[in-house]
């Protein structure tokens, strides 16, 4: 690998990166034609549905080119007819997918080189969300907290508003806009009435997601209202009523406690929620961290110490050799507040996915 061709990867991974939230069930993909160090053209998959960005970058290219461009993209090209229709004379791929393996032999056989594993893990990175779902069955769940220097997410009395400063609210905001969900339960939605829409300029709003065994979701809630209209999930026995939602009724947890967490990650992924943002409350994030679910976490933590009141993950202590390990991945002051990221160290999108 060339630190050219990790130059033009990165270009690509941000490329892709502009459809964010907006491709599942389809990974995102970038794409960039050069020769030397010029662009010659680029593309991206904007939606599930559009071109795959090898194709949308090709079809910018000028009839009249000559042959000897470079396409360099984060995954293996759809379309081998178009690269050889064009003078493509070398391949550059990030992933190593397994469904790679057939084209770049017709390639190879078409006198193309290709070269593969270039900036691999920032590729599988970028689309933590699609591996996620095609090595395990379930979303990626990013579990988010706002919380205190003692990891308190509200004081004594109940009030959380506001714990973080507004630099590190708006950073959460981000977070919704790029991931396909947001999900709450029961209690944050009684206690709270969160909005979980996305106030930021240009975004877009991700799907609220419920969990409400009861179906007790107030009909005046401002979820409701305020933007895409929620996935509710509630048990099979919970009472009938009509909400401006989309209710599914699922099976409780083998424990008694809460829902099946088995039937929840299905329906979402039939509804191609891919990633999730999950913003509470505490015995929501116990349940993920238990069955261990939680791909990455999130802690925007304020200098503050409250010495008192609920903490982000609620239930009786881990025993210290079987607690949920994580590994720092960045940290990074967000005004007054300092925002954490953690991902365990072996999260699914690192494995290889299944040939798709």
């Given at each position: ?145 706002g919380v205190t220097l003692d990891g308190r997410i509200a004081d004594g009395s109940g009030a959380s508003q506001w714990i973080t400063g507004p ?190």
């Open positions: 690998m060339s630190d050219a061709d990790a130059c033009w990867m990165r270009r690509v991974i941000g490329l892709a990166r502009q459809a964010e939230g907006r491709t599942a069930p389809s990974p995102m993909a970038g794409a960039v034609v050069v020769r030397g160090d010029r662009v010659l053209a680029e593309g991206w998959r904007r939606t599930p549905d559009a071109d795959p960005a090898d194709v949308d970058a090709l079809r910018q290219l000028p009839e009249t080119m000559a042959p000897g461009g470079v396409l360099v993209t984060n995954r293996m090209p759809s379309s081998v007819e178009a690269i050889l229709s064009r003078g493509i004379c070398r391949v550059v791929v990030g992933e190593n997918a397994p469904r790679g393996a057939a084209l770049r032999s017709r390639l190879q056989d078409n006198g193309v080189r290709v070269d593969v594993g270039v900036e691999e893990d920032a590729c599988r990175r970028l689309n933590a969300a699609y591996l996620t779902v095609m090595s395990t069955g379930r979303p990626l769940m990013v579990l988010k907290a630099q590190a609210r708006a950073a959460g905001h981000q977070l919704r806009n790029r991931l396909d969900a947001v999900l709450v339960g029961s209690g944050t939605l009684l206690v709270d009435d969160p909005s979980l829409n996305t106030r930021i300029d240009g975004g877009r709003n991700a799907r609220p997601v419920i969990l409400d065994s009861q179906l007790r979701c107030p009909p005046g809630a401002r979820v409701l209202t305020a933007g895409r209209a929620p996935l509710v999930f509630c048990a099979e026995d919970a009472p009938h009523r009509t909400l401006p939602a989309e209710v599914v009724r699922v099976p409780r947890a083998a424990s008694g406690e809460g829902l099946s967490w088995e039937a929840v990650f299905h329906a979402m992924v039939l509804r191609n929620i891919h990633s999730v943002l999950v913003e509470g409350g505490g015995r929501v994030h116990r349940s993920l961290l238990e069955i261990g679910a939680v791909d990455r976490l999130v802690l925007f933590v304020a200098p503050k110490v409250l010495a008192g009141g609920p903490g982000f993950v609620a239930g009786p202590g881990f025993a210290l050799a079987s607690a949920p390990a994580f590994e720092v991945i960045s940290v990074e002051k967000t005004g007054r507040d300092v925002q954490l990221t953690f991902e365990p160290a072996h999260a699914a999108w690192r494995g290889r996915a299944p040939a798709e």
